[in-house]
């Protein structure tokens, strides 16, 4: 399979504790982005990279958020101090320069 | 102010029909790009079909076209022949020019469900 894939697919979590989230990107593309999804609502977008360089982050992405991609490849998104609004499907995309992002089929995350 | 508007929460069509989803959308961008993706309950976002601000011709793909008019700024999707398998949620999104100063980021509408019928 060469799509994106992300991992996990669900994670529950207890209110407070930390989570990390890995996609790996279609591997000839340079473009990675993560978005979130609420239930009734189309993604929103949080933030995203070009090769290794962080280029864009929402205002969604508090301080609690954090977002990597070493080495251009593989991206992780990080949760610190998860709150029940955190809830949502994380939704990571990746395209090779500005042609039509894929998408990978998103972890849902449930804070508890 | 909302930058992509999908008015149609939820659309009814019967097998063999087609069926036409609206999308209509804001910018002051003169350059910029219309998406429509496909979410089936699984949860992964397909990629329909693509159509360019610059383009002449409305954007084809199999049995799905855009009906772009750009004076009005709408762009909806037509599914001609609708098939069982159409049945999920549709979205339209619009690529913009990021401070980076390029195309970067999708801003997607609340989506449209599509049910269709026996």
């Known amino acids: 399979d060469t799509g994106v894939s992300q991992d996990p697919r669900h994670k529950i979590t207890k209110r407070g504790q930390n989570v990390t989230f890995r996609c790996d990107p279609i591997?000839?593309?340079?473009?990675l982005y993560w978005y979130r999804q609420t239930l009734g609502q189309g993604p929103e977008f949080l933030t995203y990279?070009?090769?290794?360089?962080?280029?864009?982050k929402s205002r969604l992405l508090s301080d609690r958020f954090s977002a990597e991609r070493p080495k251009g490849s593989f991206s992780t998104l990080e949760i610190q101090r998860t709150e029940q609004g955190d809830s949502a499907m994380y939704l990571c995309a990746s395209s090779q320069g500005a042609a039509e992002a894929f998408f990978g089929q998103g972890t849902r995350l449930t804070v508890v | 102010a909302q930058k992509i508007t999908q008015t149609q929460p939820g659309m009814f069509v019967q097998e063999k029909e087609a069926v036409t989803l609206d999308c209509t959308y804001d910018t002051s961008d003169p350059s910029y790009g219309l998406f429509w993706y496909k979410q089936p309950s699984s949860g992964e976002m397909i990629f329909l079909i693509y159509q360019g601000s610059y383009d002449q011709q409305n954007a084809t793909e199999g049995r799905y076209s855009l009906n772009f008019q750009k004076a009005r700024k709408s762009a909806n999707l037509v599914i001609s022949a609708s098939q069982l398998g159409d049945s999920a949620m549709y979205f339209c999104?619009?690529?913009?020019?990021?401070?980076?100063?390029?195309?970067?980021?999708?801003?997607f509408g609340t989506g449209t469900r599509l049910q269709v019928t026996l």
């Open positions: 999104a619009m690529r913009e020019v990021g401070r980076a100063g390029t195309a970067s980021k999708l801003t």
């Open positions: 990279f070009q090769n290794e360089a962080q280029l864009e």
């Open positions: 591997s000839e593309h340079n473009r």
